[in-house]
């Protein structure tokens, strides 16, 4: 039962109807949808279920026709696939239609956890593109992380800074994604527990929360680029009038976006001219979403200076690199730098990033190799999951149960004649590595990661 007073906040927003809107959510219908990653994504033939349906405004989203157990498909762990709600892959219009496809970019993912628009991105921006993700929740971070591993790949930093320390980098973002933290509404049809925190003091305290973190990011933003914010909230006043906010407070100019009258999307004009995109799960297969987009106007002569500096990280030697160099099949040149818990390989736009980062907290960035025992690496389980690794490098494959005893960090025998560190496949995606000692095999799956009962379901 949604609360009357929720019901009676959105008399006024664009598009809303009491009547369905309050149909839909007594339904009890569920609605299933994923988004594959293309740098990894073969016939589906490592799968136990059927995609159904493509998502309209998705080149890369479909549908299912019911919710299966993802925790137990191998293809997940692999970075094959996201779990993503349909109408928040609509950030990918934003950047087909407003972002030059022919120059690579610096694009921030300013409220970056799960990591549903940080994988979205990584598969959408322009080739030698960097992202960097930012989580300020310590607590969120590390499942940032390791969907960006899995996703696999070499051009995404993962930060863990209050958006305060963006504020001084100077303009360097061409790319601005904020997916703020919301009062959850458009969440009711999935999350029944969201319709019990929702108040009208939370909607006015996300609000504040929004600006500030919208205001502290801003000056980051280089002349010219693109600012997406978007939220999964029904409320005007986290929506439209954050939207008007910034039209009056930055120098900013709203985007229009093209929407197919098939898509039951609801375009709306806040007063102050902001071009706004509402998704009701009563008019299309979707749960509530919002998004508005901004361009950066040039302002003064100081607006387009950022800060740059020297990469703070010691590089291997040439003979060092050499020893890591088989292990990847990269398109690019890749320098390899010792950090303090791993080393790891940056392309060039990755360095140049990581120097002009000064006062943000790096997570990770690049492709984790692993640490060199005297002339042998010990391979990291994310390089086993990098887009670019050698996926010639000595192998077992496993059948799906298998599989799955090797994600649970269970003891395996696989079928092998040789010894040493072995590739993990599953229809031919990487899932980690293991060691063959002729009379055992060492799993080397990361604990953190391992499926642990059977009641998950991701």
Not at 157 to 166: K, L, R, Y
Request: proline share 6%; with cysteine; glycine share 6%.
């Amino acid at each position: 039962m949604l609360p009357s007073s929720f019901l009676s906040s959105l008399r006024n927003a664009p598009g809303f109807d009491a009547e369905k809107f309050t149909a839909v959510h007594a339904s009890g219908e569920q609605v299933v949808s994923l988004r594959i990653n293309p740098a990894k994504w073969k016939e589906p033939a490592g799968l136990s279920f059927s995609l159904q349906s493509p998502v309209a405004w998705s080149r890369y989203g479909y549908y299912l026709a019911e919710r299966p157990f993802f925790t137990f498909e191998p293809w997940l762990h692999a970075g094959v696939f996201y779990v993503q709600e349909a109408s928040s892959m609509f950030l990918e219009q934003a950047l087909r239609q407003c972002l030059p496809a022919d120059r690579p970019v610096l694009a921030l993912d300013g409220c970056a956890a799960p990591g549903g628009k940080s994988t979205h991105l990584l598969s959408l921006l322009p080739a030698g593109s960097v992202l960097v993700s930012n989580e300020v929740i310590k607590t969120r971070v590390n499942v940032l992380e390791e969907n960006l591993l899995k996703w696999g790949s070499p051009n995404s930093i993962i930060t863990n800074s209050d958006p305060a320390a963006f504020h001084k980098l100077g303009a360097l973002f061409d790319l601005m994604v904020v997916d703020a933290p919301c009062s959850g509404s458009g969440l009711f049809r999935r999350d029944k527990a969201a319709v019990d925190t929702w108040s009208a003091d939370l909607v006015t305290l996300c609000s504040q929360r929004q600006q500030r973190i919208l205001a502290n990011y801003l000056p980051a933003l280089k002349p010219g680029g693109l600012l997406l914010y978007s939220t999964c909230s029904y409320s005007v006043e986290e929506d439209e009038a954050i939207a008007d906010w910034l039209l009056r407070d930055f120098e900013l100019e709203p985007v229009a976006l093209k929407t197919d009258p098939a898509w039951h999307i609801v375009e709306s004009r806040s007063p102050q001219g902001a071009y706004g995109y509402r998704f009701y799960p009563d008019k299309l297969r979707g749960e509530g979403f919002f998004m508005t987009v901004f361009r950066k106007k040039s302002a003064g002569a100081d607006d387009g200076r950022s800060a740059s500096g020297k990469l703070k990280y010691e590089a291997l030697s040439k003979k060092q690199s050499a020893l890591l160099a088989p292990w990847l099949h990269a398109p690019e040149p890749v320098r390899f730098y010792q950090l303090p818990a791993a080393i790891h390989g940056f392309t060039n736009g990755v360095e140049q990033a990581l120097s002009r980062l000064a006062g943000i907290y790096i997570k990770n960035a690049g492709v984790i190799m692993g640490k060199l025992a005297g002339e042998q690496l010990v391979p990291d389980p994310a390089l086993a999951l990098s887009q670019w690794i050698n996926t010639g490098l000595p192998s077992v494959s496993l059948a799906r149960e298998e599989a799955l005893q090797y994600l649970r960090r269970e003891e395996i025998r696989p079928a092998a004649d040789f010894k040493g560190w072995a590739l993990v496949k599953y229809e031919e995606q990487c899932l980690g590595w293991v060691k063959l000692l002729g009379n055992r095999v060492n799993n080397y799956y990361p604990s953190a990661w391992r499926i642990l009962k059977a009641a998950d379901r991701r």
